[in-house]
């Protein structure tokens, strides 16, 4: 339906709406690991888009012990911070590849029975559920 070339490898989207390409794959080009350094006939492009949390931060502290459970879930240990509410950071690749960090989450640091918060920590564990990507 679509074909586009590059200098040594070119790329068609089939009627089948999957990509396809061929060519040399010295540095990737292809999209296909499996396809060698160079493949004469098509092969189909595949997407790793897997999310992996590389680091957290609680109002630009970093957080430590981050642990990634089989339940699509993470856990971090909150570092020590005034009562309050904070901005939370959250560093992550997609396919491989470093994203923006979603700074839209809010983390609220309460008073814990007559202790400051800032001299806890909580370990803290949320499930990665409805994440959305463009």
């Not at 990509?19 to 493949?39: F, I, K, T």
């Not at 901005?87 to 640091?109: E, F, H, I, K, M």
């Amino acid at each position: 339906m679509q074909v586009s070339a590059g200098g040594n490898h070119s790329l068609t989207l089939g009627s089948d709406g999957n990509a396809y390409a061929w060519g040399y794959n010295n540095a990737g080009q292809l999209g296909n690991p499996y396809a060698g350094s160079r493949s004469l006939v098509p092969v189909p492009v595949t997407f790793n888009l897997q999310l992996v949390i590389t680091g957290v931060r609680f109002d630009q502290t970093p957080s430590t012990g981050l642990t990634r459970g089989n339940d699509n879930s993470v856990t971090v240990l909150t570092p020590a911070h005034q009562p309050g509410t904070v901005a939370v950071s959250v560093d992550y690749t997609l396919g491989g590849t470093a994203q923006q960090p979603d700074t839209s989450l809010r983390y609220t640091y309460l008073p814990a029975g007559g202790v400051l918060a800032s001299r806890r920590h909580r370990r803290e564990r949320h499930r990665l559920l409805h994440t959305s990507h463009e």
